[in-house]
């Protein structure tokens, strides 16, 4: 029997849509977009693309598609092992994926073709890197025609990048509010005077808004003829784009937890005998993908790249996450994703049904999840009790190495102290009590003097 499912993130697009045959992804492409699609594989573009790793690569089908009478080619895309949006992605990540989509479509014009839209939820990241993941946004050029795609790339990428750098990097989360991006009025109203000392921004945000505003009332926007724009010209919008995010920049304030492993609770001894179980525990559940939540700057996800393994470093903090980004960059490390998450407030479900953007639980199952000293912020800083946090960990995955810190530890003490009202009781007999209810403790070995302990836990439907 055949199982396939239609996606709700494609729909909009009657170029074609994504769909899932058995759990296999694959893309139709419509007969309408034919003449695009043949420009894109023949004239060289796609062939560039993937080569340089700024397009996802994909296979032609010899298959029916979805819809049969609608179809001109079926495509499997090459799989992006794990999923991401711009509210979970630090400020380096942000501006590096705007600079990926300019330089596509600066390549696109250059072989006759463009970028019809420039949705920053076309971009991915892949192998440490972003990637353009839209094969069907590409179309050809038309001599004179403007690009349909800078209003898109304004509102997607620049307004964005310029509230986080310029103001306060939380206003990413603007995105999750809307994915259409942030609406040019609001940007310039919440941007400061400065930003107007600053020639691409006030072109590009400020300026591009009044005219926007101008127009308004129109019932129709002005058509092509009446707005005509030479390809040289349009190279130098690109251009102009480009120097502007570039201009752009996002220093951390100081962080408590940036240097968490160097000023809290760890010996240089006690540091390595920590590091070296850890790896010991990655090595014998012998899996392909980890989660590591509350990663902190990365230390023991990158262990977990070092022996192979795909990992996903979530924190909440925002210089936590720019600072295994820009490490991971400088490293050349494939496999790590780094991304912002509050597991208090996680990414939902948004869009059309809640499922244009899958929440972030949903899109993925890793073979293993770490919680290396989180789970007393999770106890006494959200107060949830300890069979709430068994429950959600035995959801994530069949293994866990979990780090539990005791009720004496100062860290312990110090969140305890900042709680105003009781919480629940919080100590080792009780966290055993209940993760045991979903997990065998196949191990579990002190790592400090102070009773710091990690556990090797295995669901037992596993």
């Known amino acids: 029997m055949t199982t396939q499912t239609l996606s709700s993130v494609s729909f909009r697009d009657p170029a074609g849509f994504v769909y899932c045959q058995q759990g296999d992804l694959r893309r139709q492409v419509n007969l309408v977009y034919r003449e695009h699609y043949d420009r894109l594989m023949a004239g060289g573009l796609y062939e560039e693309l993937v080569g340089s790793g700024l397009l996802v690569q994909h296979e032609e089908l010899e298959a029916p598609g979805w819809e049969p009478e609608l179809a001109y080619k079926v495509i499997r895309p090459e799989t992006i092992p794990f999923l991401s949006y711009p509210y979970e992605w630090s400020f380096r990540q942000y501006r590096d994926a705007a600079l990926v989509a300019l330089e596509i479509q600066r390549r696109a014009l250059l072989r006759g073709m463009t970028l019809k839209d420039c949705s920053v939820y076309n971009l991915q990241f892949h192998r440490g890197r972003p990637i353009f993941i839209d094969t069907l946004s590409f179309e050809t050029y038309r001599e004179g025609s403007?690009?349909?795609?800078?209003?898109?790339?304004?509102?997607?990428?620049?307004?964005?990048?310029?509230?986080?750098?310029?103001?306060?990097?939380?206003?990413?989360?603007?995105?999750?509010?809307?994915?259409?991006?942030?609406?040019?009025?609001?940007?310039?109203?919440?941007?400061?005077?400065?930003?107007?000392?600053?020639?691409?921004?006030?072109?590009?945000?400020?300026?591009?808004?009044?005219?926007?505003?101008?127009?308004?009332?129109?019932?129709?926007?002005?058509?092509?003829?009446?707005?005509?724009?030479?390809?040289?010209?349009?190279?130098?919008?690109?251009?102009?784009?480009?120097?502007?995010?570039?201009?752009?920049?996002?220093?951390?304030?100081?962080?408590?937890?940036?240097?968490?492993?160097?000023?809290?609770?760890?010996?240089?001894?006690?540091?390595?005998?920590?590091?070296?179980?850890?790896?010991?525990?990655?090595?014998?559940?012998?899996?392909?993908?980890?989660?590591?939540?509350?990663?902190?700057?990365?230390?023991?996800?990158?262990?977990?790249?070092?022996?192979?393994?795909?990992?996903?470093?979530?924190?909440?903090?925002?210089?936590?996450?720019?600072?295994?980004?820009q490490e991971a960059r400088e490293r050349g490390e494939t496999r790590l994703l780094p991304l912002l998450l509050d597991l208090f407030n996680p990414s939902p479900g948004l869009g059309w049904l809640n499922q244009e953007r899958a929440s972030i639980f949903e899109r993925?199952?890793?073979?293993?999840?770490?919680?290396?000293?989180?789970?007393?912020?999770?106890?006494?800083?959200?107060?949830?009790?300890?069979?709430?946090?068994?429950?959600?960990?035995?959801?994530?995955?069949?293994?866990?190495?979990?780090?539990?810190?005791?009720?004496?530890?100062?860290?312990?003490?110090?969140?305890?102290?900042?709680?105003?009202?009781?919480?629940?009781?919080?100590n080792r007999e009780i966290f055993e009590k209940c993760f045991s209810k979903h997990f065998l403790i196949i191990l579990s070995e002190p790592v400090t003097a102070a009773g710091r302990t990690l556990y090797l836990l295995r669901r037992r439907d596993a």
């Open 364 to 426: 993925g199952s890793p073979d293993l999840v770490m919680a290396l000293a989180l789970i007393h912020h999770l106890a006494l800083t959200g107060n949830q009790p300890m069979d709430n946090l068994a429950e959600f960990f035995r959801r994530l995955a069949p293994w866990l190495v979990l780090e539990f810190v005791p009720e004496n530890d100062p860290q312990v003490r110090s969140l305890s102290a900042r709680r105003f009202g009781a919480h629940h009781a919080y």
């Open 146 to 325: 403007p690009w349909m795609g800078y209003r898109q790339f304004c509102e997607h990428f620049l307004a964005p990048l310029a509230l986080m750098s310029l103001v306060d990097h939380r206003l990413s989360q603007l995105c999750r509010a809307s994915l259409e991006g942030v609406a040019l009025d609001l940007a310039v109203r919440l941007l400061p005077r400065r930003s107007w000392l600053r020639p691409g921004l006030v072109m590009h945000l400020h300026l591009h808004e009044r005219l926007q505003r101008a127009h308004a009332d129109e019932l129709m926007p002005p058509s092509q003829d009446r707005v005509r724009m030479s390809k040289r010209a349009l190279l130098g919008l690109v251009d102009s784009l480009e120097a502007t995010v570039r201009g752009l920049r996002w220093k951390p304030r100081d962080s408590a937890w940036a240097s968490y492993y160097q000023d809290n609770s760890y010996s240089p001894d006690e540091f390595d005998r920590k590091a070296r179980l850890v790896r010991e525990l990655l090595v014998r559940t012998r899996g392909e993908s980890v989660w590591d939540l509350g990663a902190n700057t990365g230390y023991f996800s990158r262990i977990a790249c070092e022996l192979g393994l795909r990992t996903v470093a979530f924190d909440s903090d925002p210089a936590c996450v720019e600072r295994i980004y």
